[in-house]
């Protein structure tokens, strides 16, 4: 099928190349790679921003300011240096041993992992953070009245709040993540862009490789979306979380 642009210029579409062997493959493999890499980094980010947001609320400064720093120093450097950071930079401090064991164990995998975690663990520390602050200071004066620690307060009662009163902002570092991962090609790892590109140079059939991997994108982060307005919806706190005017009941 042939399409006349504006300049007259011709064009043949062949969407038959990603149902072609071995193409198809590629999209799959790079389709549950990207799934892996997210999945992985999304875990690992969250435990570091529940961490690291709690610890830049705590009323002990010295781990308020090492909190800081970390967020400073891992959110306003680019992503992709972080990446060519992990995998070029990082191991050469390493000893010979944890070297050859990366290399044997999918380097590029781990290293794109440990950029995309340490990266967006920054960035969902301040969103936690901010529900930490949008909670009374009354719970946690309430929970240490009760004989609780910092601690246990924090773990019990703020954190577990917090995390119901994020999860608008927390879907958008999510769908970010997501995204993110496509950065990952630029040191070896086979997810979707890497799958797309793959394609493209092996049947020069750009507008059809890069449409699928779109598509496969855009259908990934609308079922993020879906799953997070429902998780939303579920675990809203009455009062505390307003949609469309009303606080939900």
Not at 5 to 12: E, V
Not at 37 to 66: D, K
Not at 102 to 113: P, R, T
Request: aromatic share 14%.
């Amino acid at each position: 099928m042939f399409f006349y642009g504006f300049l007259g210029i011709s064009y043949d579409f062949r969407w038959s190349v990603l149902w072609t062997p071995p193409h198809t493959s590629w999209l799959i493999d790079g389709l549950l790679t990207t799934l892996r890499v997210s999945a992985t980094s999304w875990v690992f980010a969250v435990l570091i921003g529940i961490l690291v947001g709690a610890l830049r609320t705590v009323p002990f400064r010295p781990l308020r300011i090492v909190a800081t720093a970390y967020v400073e120093f891992f959110r306003n450097v680019p992503l992709l240096v972080w990446l060519f950071f992990w995998y070029f930079g990082a191991p050469e401090a390493l000893p010979e041993s944890t070297r050859q064991w990366l290399i044997q164990n999918g380097a590029e995998f781990i290293c794109a992992v440990a950029g995309v975690s340490f990266y967006h663990g920054a960035r969902m520390s301040e969103v936690i953070r901010a529900g930490i602050q949008s909670i009374p200071k009354t719970q946690l004066e309430a929970g240490l009245s009760t004989g609780l620690s910092v601690g246990q307060v924090y773990r019990l009662i703020i954190i577990p709040t917090a995390l119901r009163l994020i999860v608008p902002p927390l879907t958008n570092e999510s769908l970010n993540l997501l995204k993110n991962t496509s950065l990952a090609m630029t040191i070896g790892v086979g997810e979707l862009t890497f799958a797309t590109r793959q394609i493209e140079t092996y049947t020069a059939k750009a507008f059809e490789a890069f449409t699928a991997g779109t598509l496969i994108y855009l259908v990934l982060c609308l079922g993020i979306a879906y799953v997070m307005n429902r998780v939303e919806r579920k675990y809203a706190i009455p009062g505390l979380i307003v949609r469309g005017g009303r606080a939900e009941h």
